[in-house]
Nanobody
Framework: QVQLVESGGGLVQAGGSLRLSCAAS????????MGWFRQAPGKEREFVAA????????YYADSVKGRFTISRDNAKNTVYLQMNTLKPEDTALYYC??????????????????????WGQGTQVTVSS
């Protein structure tokens, strides 16, 4: 059974930084693309970033490009999201997710929720102004 457990969320002032982690188990982590999504209150869930199974390819939503960095440590079965220069509009519940297909990455598809078949429970990020 696949499990994804996020951690690292919290309350931070605007301009601050946080690093989210997502620990995976139950699947050969190093062979799967991983994604981060977020959902703010009253809004639909949206794509944040994705990273291919090898870590070679990354893709970001325009709203976070240049501020957030996705990375992974396949030896630790963990994917990270480093978030810098946080803004109040970054406030949301952040989820990690794992792609449903072994060794598949497509930039055109990485932001599509339907690519991902398992999701974590989410970690809350709140940015105060």
């Amino acid at each position: 059974q696949v499990q994804l457990v996020e951690s690292g969320g919290g309350l931070v002032q605007a301009g601050g930084s946080l690093r989210l982690s997502c620990a995976a188990s139950g699947r050969t982590f190093s062979r799967y693309t991983m994604g981060w999504f977020r959902q703010a209150p009253g809004k639909e869930r949206e794509f944040v970033a994705a990273i291919s199974w090898s870590g070679t390819n990354t893709y970001y939503a325009d709203s976070v490009k240049g501020r957030f960095t996705i990375s992974r440590d396949n030896a630790k079965n963990t994917v990270y999201l480093q978030m810098n220069t946080l803004k109040p509009e970054d406030t949301a519940l952040y989820y990690c997710a794992i792609d449903r297909v072994l060794m598949y990455y497509s930039r055109a598809a990485a932001d599509n929720e339907r690519r991902y078949d398992y999701w974590g429970q989410g970690t809350q990020v709140t940015v105060s102004s």
